[in-house]
């Protein structure tokens, strides 16, 4: 979007069903005092709202949550795995759902083959929730 006045300007972006899955927009800012600041504009109710500055412009790129795969293994470790072009996400984990979760950054390795990326941990006896972030 392309503000060519002196003024900001507030633009609502009605968002489609389809890919489906689309949650936030990755937004890239650039105005007379700052180019390129990144943000993210959350999808709510369908539409999402951004602020244009005045002789700015603003690049939106949709982001649908990349599908997180899980795969024990004989030694008893479990692949988490997901399709590489969701580049920017971050893998987080919690040891409960309730009453608050405590999402932590998974510290162990991501490998990248064959455009997926695969992080290893060990399969532990007490419960461990994953979840992908675009922080």
């Not at 009605?14 to 959350?42: D, K, L, M």
């Not at 072009?85 to 409960?96: C, K, N, T």
């Amino acid at each position: 979007m392309l503000n060519t006045s002196p003024d900001p300007l507030s633009a609502t972006i009605a968002v489609p069903e389809q890919p489906p899955g689309i949650a936030s927009f990755r937004t890239y800012t650039s105005g007379a005092a700052n180019y390129w600041q990144t943000s993210t504009v959350p999808v709510i109710s369908a539409t999402a709202a951004a602020t244009v500055p005045g002789y700015g412009m603003v690049t939106l790129y949709g982001v649908a949550p990349p599908l997180l795969s899980a795969r024990l293994s004989a030694t008893g470790r479990l692949a988490l795995s997901w399709g590489h072009a969701a580049v920017g996400f971050v893998l987080q984990s919690a040891s409960s759902l309730t009453p608050t979760p405590g999402w932590a950054n998974d510290t162990n390795t991501c490998v990248v083959a064959d455009a997926v990326a695969t992080v290893t941990v060990v399969a532990a006896e007490k419960p461990r929730f994953y979840r992908l972030v675009l922080p």
